[in-house]
């Protein structure tokens, strides 16, 4: 069975959100955002017979929800490039390997579709770089300044990145000790910058990032009404 890690940084506050908690721990149907993405990869794991190391990167003094078991935590940094790095360093203590491979998932991702999963896997197994699930821009998009239209971008070249991103160990740990993580939102834009090109494996709608109050009412409305996984 191939072994894969998987960092989960779950260390901000989620301020869009509007609410005194931080998002990572809003319930959706009985169980935390963070619950969700956890279970979300561990059916995957079950379910592929995949081998499945997990850290959770959590906000100091902060402890896991009691649905959340089977992972190792740890503390988080300033900007999420600094709690994916922490998360690597403890994937370091347990032995991860250069050639491992990482997968980095958002908690306020609840939604994952385990066959989007397994695609992302698999059409990146034997790639040298890695890559990320991404949906294609199907609205038409334009570039605008001080509310004033300055062009409208070509959109078939244009697609909105998710995680999970997945990219190898000792790849990503160079990346993110060689960029300014402070200006770093996702894991492909620090390999961007080591001059690699990522590569991007459609992903789903559903995979919706909870970032706005509506938000939370969609994804509730979705797994009402679930799409096959």
């Not at 034997?126 to 070509?154: F, M, S, W």
């Amino acid at each position: 069975m191939a072994k894969i890690n998987l960092i989960i940084p779950a260390a901000g506050t989620g301020q869009r959100m509007q609410s005194e908690q931080p998002k990572q721990y809003l319930q959706l149907n009985g169980l935390s955002l963070l619950g969700h993405s956890v279970s979300r990869f561990q059916e995957w794991a079950s379910q592929y017979q995949h081998t499945l190391n997990t850290v959770v990167v959590l906000p100091k003094g902060d402890t896991l929800p009691s649905e959340v078991v089977g992972v190792v935590t740890c503390t988080g940094g300033a900007s999420r490039a600094d709690s994916v790095f922490a998360g690597l360093k403890a994937l370091a203590s347990l032995d991860a390997l250069s050639e491992d491979w990482v997968m980095v998932h958002d908690a306020a991702r609840p939604l994952v579709l385990a066959t989007d999963i397994e695609r992302l896997y698999q059409t990146l197994v034997a790639d040298e770089v890695g890559g990320i699930l991404a949906e294609p821009i199907t609205a038409t998009v334009k570039q605008a300044k001080a509310n004033v239209i300055e062009k409208t971008l070509n959109r078939e070249s244009l697609f909105l990145a998710q995680t999970p991103q997945m990219f190898r160990f000792g790849l990503l740990m160079q990346a993110l000790i060689d960029c300014d993580r402070s200006q770093i939102t996702d894991e492909a834009a620090a390999v961007e910058g080591l001059g690699l090109c990522p590569k991007v494996v459609l992903g789903s709608r559903q995979n919706i990032k909870i970032t706005v109050p509506e938000d939370l009412v969609f994804a509730q409305s979705w797994l009402k009404h679930p799409s096959e996984d």
